[in-house]
């Protein structure tokens, strides 16, 4: 007799319940996808837009290289330079005797006006390439027509920091007369002194004066700019000079202490500081 196995009972089991996915975070593509679409925002166009965009000089240079050797009188003659005009009188035969030797021709807001009144409406092929400021000080007119404005009213700066913004050459001469408004000057000389621009060769310039900064070490060539002045005016300063008729030794210079003014270069010198200075050269002598 052949015995029969019991039927398989058949069992169930149970499955794990299944982990529900939390939403993923939109991002910013995704939800800016589901936005609709705005039209295109109208871009300005701006005549010579080249000219407005900042570029610093494309060197691995430092400071001290660059004025390694200055030649203070071909700096003017050599041309290839940025050339930027102050609201001071009288400067309107320097804008045009070095209009030729310049690249961009940039008038602050109130010298457009004194270059307008002094030389355009004889001359008015010299142009400059824009024209900028907080217009406080000047009103623009037909003699300007084509020529790029650009009004920065910004109070924490001056004009001058605006228009050495906007220039692209490694060198920058800025014609000013060193006279009337004494707070005008000394600010120009805190601008120039930025150190964003140590990089570059910038100069104050008028028919007597020159005025430039040296962060650390210079050797000059002059002829005509042989009267010397050099101004510690970022506190006390280690300095040492050679090729001038009173040289320091590397010695402390500060306000209210020792400073080298009335100082005569014999053609060719050097200079030495642990601290930026303020060089003025002037090619004529007055006691």
């Given amino acids: 007799m052949m015995l029969k196995n019991p039927p398989t009972k058949s069992c169930t089991i149970p499955q794990k319940p299944k982990k529900l996915k939390s939403p993923r975070p939109q991002t910013t593509n995704s939800i800016k996808s589901k936005l609709p679409k705005l039209p295109p925002t109208?871009?300005?166009?701006i005549p010579n837009q080249s000219l407005f965009l900042h570029k610093t000089?494309?060197?691995?240079?430092?400071?001290t290289t660059l004025i390694k050797m200055l030649d203070l009188n071909s700096i003017i003659t050599s041309g290839g330079y940025d050339l930027i005009v102050l609201n001071r009188p009288g400067l309107s035969s320097l804008y045009k005797s070095l209009y030729p030797l310049s690249q961009q021709k940039i008038l602050t807001d109130g010298a457009a006006t004194r270059i307008r009144d002094e030389l355009l409406e004889t001359f008015p092929n010299y142009q400059p390439s824009l024209i900028i400021g907080?217009?406080?000080?000047?009103?623009?007119d037909e003699s300007f027509k084509g020529i790029p404005i650009i009004r920065a009213e910004d109070q924490d700066y001056t004009d001058l920091d605006k228009a050495l913004d906007m220039t692209i050459q490694e060198t920058v001469i800025i014609l000013t007369d060193f006279g009337g408004r004494l707070d005008h000057t000394l600010g120009a000389f805190n601008s120039i002194c930025n150190q964003k621009y140590s990089q570059r060769k910038i100069f104050l310039y008028s028919k007597e004066n020159i005025a430039f900064f040296v962060r650390n070490e210079a050797r000059f060539k002059a002829d005509n700019w042989k009267y010397c002045g050099i101004f510690p005016l970022c506190g006390k300063t280690l300095i040492g000079t050679?090729?001038?008729?009173?040289?320091?030794?590397?010695?402390?210079?500060?306000f209210g202490g020792l400073v080298s003014f009335c100082n005569v270069l014999d053609r060719e010198g050097s200079i030495t500081v642990d601290k930026p200075v303020l060089m003025v050269f002037s090619n004529e002598s007055r006691d």
């Fill in 242 to 254: 050679t090729g001038f008729t009173w040289n320091m030794k590397n010695q402390e210079s500060c």
């Fill in 57 to 63: 000089p494309s060197t691995t240079q430092s400071s």
């Fill in 42 to 45: 109208p871009t300005l166009q």
């Fill in 134 to 140: 907080d217009f406080d000080s000047c009103t623009i």
